[in-house]
Structures are given as structure tokens and as C-alpha cells.
């Protein structure tokens, strides 16, 4: 009776939440055609005009390897960030004496604009995927890093120390304490690279590609077709929802799946229940 309650509650909650979406996107593209109507197309396309013009890239002879190419793009400087910004951020959560020494090149990093690395890679790598890649990952690795590190910040001393006097070792001590600490702290960090990674794209492949979604925006952009840079922007926003929604988001959920469970009542009251001291 219970687990029928909880099913009914939450399909209430699923519910609802579509169809406040539904409501947004409606009232986005009422606003989206009544400020369409009243200013040049050129200027502001409408829907309906967006929509054709996002039928005719689908239909063109490039189409799907430019949207791969930046993906390819994309995924290859936010993985390469998700490794170097990892291993960096537990080095210096490791080491108060890095940390210290390290923080203000941190620091040099969050404030350099993705622009100025463009220009950088430009210089360095030409016109090449190299410079997408390495302009995301400039972009990504210092979110990653900073995230992972104050993650670090977060762990019971109390914990290492129980787990040292049962004599497990470094690297069980990370598996079992720190990774399960710091994971919502990497999750947070991931998420905001990765959305910040699919916007400078943009920025590298306008300047620094030969195909790629941004070097079609600018094409579009320089021809002054202002329809297809709308349909182009919004299959960029597409993807990054389908993309988060569909794989960082399910996966946050599937790895903290045991919060839920401590949230419900016949659960017991544990303090980390993700951390387990056996050798």
C-alpha cells in the first residue's frame, strides 16, 4: 500500500513538472513570435522560419559531420579536464604545502578569459581540432580542479584516522572515503565545465576551425542568415539538455541513489553511508 502511495505521489510529481515545461516553452515562443512580428526578419526571425531553416541543415550535405565534429570536440577536451583537473584537485587536497605553493596559479587560470586561450591555441595549434580541444579543457580542468580539491577540504579526519588504524592502505583509503566525499563536489564541477565547455566550442571552432557547429554560425553569421544562426543556436541548446539530462544528470542520480533511500523514514540515521571500512 506504501510503495503504491510513493509511485502514485511521484508520478504526480513527474507530472506536474512536464507540464510546467511545456507551459515555459509555450509561453517562450509566444513571447519569441510577438517580438518576430514586430521587427525585421533579418533581425529576428520567427518560429516557424527557424524551424525551416533547421529542417534545411538537416537535411545538408554537412550536417552531421559538423555536429560530430564538435562533439568529438567537446568530449575530448571535457575528458581530458575530468582527468588532469581530477588528479590535480586530490594532489592538492594530499598536500597543504602544494595547495599553498599551486593556489594562485589556480587562481590565474578561473580569471583568464576562454577568448584569450583561443587566441593562445590559435597561435600554438593553428587551425586545427587541437585548438577546440584545447580551449575547452582550459576552460574545464580549473572547474574540475577547484571542485575536487574543496572536496577534499570536506572529509572526516575522523574517518582517515579509523581507517588508518585498520590498516588499510592509500589507495583504499581513497576508494572507500575520499571518493565517495568528494563525488558530489566532482558531479557539481563537471556539470558547470561541461556547460561552459559547449559555449566556448563555439568560440574556439569560429576562429579556429574548418567545420564544427561554430564554424557554421559564422558562416551564417558573415551572409547575414540570421534564420539559420537561430536554428543553429538552438540545436546547440538541444544537445547540451539532451546531453545532461540524458547522461550526467541519470548518472549523478544512479551513484547518490542511497540518499533517497536515507531520506525515507524506515531508513537508519547513518552519517556516510557510502563509507565502509573493510579491507
Known amino acids: 500500500m506504501r510503495s503504491t502511495t510513493v509511485t502514485t505521489t511521484a508520478a504526480r510529481h513527474v507530472a506536474t513538472l512536464v507540464l510546467q515545461r511545456l507551459l515555459l516553452v509555450a509561453l517562450l515562443l509566444g513571447l519569441w513570435w510577438w517580438a518576430a512580428a514586430r521587427v525585421p526578419s533579418f533581425v529576428l526571425p520567427g518560429p516557424e522560419k527557424v524551424g525551416l531553416a533547421l529542417m534545411s541543415l538537416w537535411h545538408g550535405d554537412t550536417f552531421a559531420a559538423d555536429v560530430a565534429a564538435t562533439c568529438r570536440r567537446v568530449f575530448s577536451g571535457f575528458v581530458l579536464a575530468t582527468l588532469v583537473g581530477s588528479g590535480l584537485g586530490l594532489t592538492l587536497g594530499a598536500s597543504r604545502v602544494l595547495a599553498r605553493f599551486f593556489e594562485p596559479v589556480l587562481t590565474v587560470f578561473n580569471t583568464v578569459s576562454s577568448a584569450i586561450w583561443a587566441i593562445f591555441a590559435i597561435i600554438w595549434f593553428g587551425i586545427s581540432d587541437a585548438t577546440t580541444v584545447f580551449v575547452v579543457f582550459m576552460t574545464a580542468m580549473p572547474l574540475i580542479l577547484t571542485n575536487v580539491w574543496e572536496g577534499t577540504k570536506t572529509v572526516d579526519a575522523h574517518y582517515v584516522d579509523l581507517a588508518r588504524s ?110 565502509s571500512f573493510q579491507a
Not at 176 to 203: C, D, E, N, Q
Not at 213 to 233: E, H, K, N, S
Open 166 to 275: 585498520f590498516r588499510m592502505s592509500r589507495v583504499q583509503v581513497l576508494r572507500k572515503i575520499y571518493v565517495p566525499t568528494i563525488l558530489p563536489h566532482f558531479f557539481a564541477g563537471a556539470r558547470l565545465a561541461f556547460g561552459f565547455g559547449w559555449r566556448v566550442s563555439l568560440v574556439a571552432e569560429t576562429i579556429g576551425s574548418s567545420s564544427g557547429i561554430g564554424y557554421r554560425l559564422r558562416q551564417a553569421a558573415d551572409l547575414v542568415q540570421t534564420d539559420q544562426v537561430f536554428a543553429w543556436t538552438v540545436l546547440l541548446v538541444g544537445l547540451m539538455l539532451l546531453l545532461e539530462g540524458g547522461l550526467l544528470k541519470p548518472a549523478e542520480r544512479w551513484l547518490f541513489r542511497w540518499k533517497a533511500a536515507a531520506r525515507q523514514p524506515s531508513a537508519p540515521s547513518v552519517s556516510a553511508p557510502s563509507v
